[in-house]
């Protein structure tokens, strides 16, 4: 998988406030936010799909969407990128968003750990 782009976060952001959708689902609360037209929408979701950010089934015949990796993984994985760019080697401390309007308390715990767990040794298990 590789890394979500700053419009794929946006997209990702709705998908994990409304679970599994459809594109026309989708559409309707990434429209407002992004200002995208519906066939923009499908080809994004459809490009996500390819780059292994999100999941698609079939469900009665209808395209369903849904995020693949927790949201705690994702941006877990967005701020140790920020770390390495920052050049940062101390803890980073996840209380600094406990203003978040998408993470809740538990979420906030869980991503301190994931940020301040030890990376693993070259050739240990990952």
Known sequence: MTDPSDLELEVLKAFWRGGAMSAR??????????GWSASTTR???????????LI??????LAVYEAKKAKVDV?????????GLLE???RLPASAFSGSQILS????????ALLNAK????????
Request: aromatic letters at 0%; charged letters at 35%.
């Open 25 to 34: 689902e989708a559409q309707g609360l990434i429209e407002p936010e992004l």
């Open 43 to 53: 080809t994004v979701l459809e490009r996500m799909v390819a780059k292994g950010l």
């Open 105 to 112: 308390e538990t979420e906030i715990q869980e991503l301190e």
């Open 75 to 83: 941006i877990g994985g967005v701020l140790n990128r920020l770390r």
């Open 119 to 126: 990376p693993p040794v070259d050739g240990e298990a990952k």
């Open 88 to 90: 940062i080697d101390g």
């Open 56 to 61: 698609r089934r079939a469900v009665h015949g």
